[in-house]
């Protein structure tokens, strides 16, 4: 069964950071690409990130770029993602994915970024 364990959000006041991560197992996570997608309130599904199976090959939203770094360690099946520079408009549940949508049930990470 494929498990996908999102943690690490919690609110951050504007500027701050968060560094989220996610669990996998059910699957050979190493020879898998990730995504990190999230959903705002009352918004659609905004992918984020993604990264190479190896690590070596990344794109990012342009909302992210610059800000945001996704990492992964295969040895320990986890993804990571650095969010700097926080804003209000990054407030959303974010989730990882092996696709741009989130999971079947994924329960994702929620990030509120408030003063």
């Known amino acids: 069964e494929v498990q996908l364990v999102e943690s690490g959000g919690g609110l951050v006041q504007p500027g701050g950071s968060l560094r989220l991560s996610c669990q996998a197992s059910g699957f050979t996570f190493s020879s898998t690409a990730m995504n990190w997608v999230r959903q705002a309130p009352g918004k659609g599904v905004e992918w984020v990130s993604d990264?190479?199976?190896?690590?070596?090959?990344?794109t990012y939203a342009h909302s992210v770029k610059g800000r945001f770094t996704i990492s992964r360690d295969n040895a320990k099946n986890t993804l990571y993602l650095q969010m700097n520079s926080l804003k209000p408009e990054d407030t959303a549940v974010y989730y990882c994915?092996?696709?741009?949508?989130?999971?079947?049930g994924g329960q994702g990470t929620q990030v509120i970024v408030s003063s």
């Open positions: 990264i190479s199976s190896s690590g070596v090959f990344k």
């Open positions: 994915s092996r696709g741009r949508t989130p999971p079947p």
